[in-house]
């Protein structure tokens, strides 16, 4: 075997053994670099004589191109191997459940406000608000609630430090009602005491000192308001009919009124609704009068109403002789807690994400009940 052969073997054998790309490299650099041992052979074809350089050139020369090409084979080799090995180690099973993505969810809470939303939208209401840190006019005295009066002591209210000398101090609103007060004030001024029709509703954070499986302090409600000219109390039933009936998605719910009093209405009436029981269960709807099956049934108190007393009209700047209305006050958390199934009000607010997601509403995908109330 000529020395050519010998070195063209040595680097092929060296080639095949090769276990990565680095050492390939150290052997391309060995053989065919500038300093290469088959570089080197090339250029001693200068020195060679004509005859010699013709017998010698196509040896090295083709020596030179096997290398070249079992490197280059090799290299190719060794990242299909690499590829193949990172395929079969990667491989994506498709038939694996897909992991979790932890997303958010619509409280009941603000469900249920959406919903109340939806419904007096169609009945030609619109949406008011008012401030959480009230004062003494706004959430009593302009209530027809005198400094004097029992109502207040029922209000376990929860009072800001005094600031001024003399003044009443802020509190923490005890209803919503002090948006009705803040609305008719407005359109007093803005109609120069002339008025205007109002039909409102007005969702809300309100505040007592109360905490149980029923109460927590913080809580939230939804006042309801009209105002224009020969309204009456046949217009406050429909109105609340209405509404009950297309929030619990019911026809068949009976309302009761029952003679009450606040010192904001006159008269005034807690409204009453008529369940029935299903299997063990109150329903809302059906025969309140003894129920399914002759068992059970009745009615659950639901919300606090009344004809708006004129002292209350009077106090905000209108003409009670010109303008009547009706008003109403409702706890949202208990129509949720109703509608839904809920029965520990506290669990509404501990901020549980387990309970979250039992009971929250997929933001892309809520009941909704836009298709209206057949008003
Ligand atoms: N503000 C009352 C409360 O918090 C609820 C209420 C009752 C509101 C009668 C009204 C109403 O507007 O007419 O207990």
Redo the contacts with the bound molecule.
């Keep these: 075997m000529s020395n050519i052969e010998a070195i063209r073997d040595k680097y092929l054998q060296q080639i095949g053994s090769a276990v990565d790309g680095d050492a390939l490299e150290a052997i391309r650099l060995a053989a065919l670099g500038k300093k290469g041992e088959i570089s080197l052979l090339l250029k001693t074809l200068g020195q060679m004589t004509p005859e010699e350089r013709q017998e010698q050139g196509p040896k090295i020369n083709g020596t030179r191109q096997n290398v070249a090409d079992a490197l280059a084979a090799r290299k190719e080799a060794m990242e299909t191997a690499a590829l193949d090995a990172k395929l079969a180690t990667e491989k994506l099973d498709l038939t694996l459940p897909a992991p979790a993505t932890p997303k958010g969810s619509i409280h009941p809470v603000s469900q249920v406000m959406d919903e109340l939303a939806e419904i007096f939208a169609d009945l030609g209401f619109s949406v008011a608000t008012g401030p959480e840190i009230e004062d003494d006019w706004h959430n009593f005295t302009a209530l027809n609630i005198p400094e004097t009066h029992p109502a207040r002591a029922m209000h376990d209210t929860f009072y800001f430090p005094q600031t001024d000398e003399g003044g009443m101090p802020k509190l923490l609103r ?4 002090p948006v ?1 007060i803040r609305t008719m004030m407005d359109v007093a001024k803005q109609t120069d005491g002339a008025g205007e029709p109002i039909y409102l509703i007005a969702p809300g954070r ?1 505040y007592r000192s109360d905490s149980d499986a029923t109460h927590t302090p913080m809580f939230h ?1 939804v ?3 009209v105002i224009d000219k020969g309204i009456h109390m046949g217009h406050l039933k429909w109105t609340l009919e209405t509404f009950i009936r297309a929030f619990f998605e019911r026809d068949d719910i009976e309302l009761r009124l029952r003679p009450s009093y ?1 010192p ?2 006159e008269p ?1 009436a807690e409204v009453d609704v008529g369940f029935s029981v299903e299997k063990g269960r109150r329903i809302i709807g059906g025969d309140p009068h003894g129920g399914v099956d002759g068992v059970g049934g009745g009615w659950m108190e639901i ?4 004809m ?1 007393h004129p002292n209350v009209i009077r106090n905000c700047g209108l003409d009670p002789d010109v303008w009547q209305g ?4 409702c706890g949202i958390d208990r129509l949720a807690m109703l509608k839904y199934g809920m029965d520990d009000l506290r669990a509404f607010f501990d901020g549980d994400l387990r309970w979250a997601d039992h009971y929250g509403f997929d933001a892309l995908d809520v009941p909704t009940l836009s298709g209206g109330v057949g008003a």
């Design positions: 005890t209803h919503t009602s009705q309100t409600q006042e309801g308001l606040f904001f209405t005034s919300l606090g109403s009344g708006v009706f008003a109403f006050g």
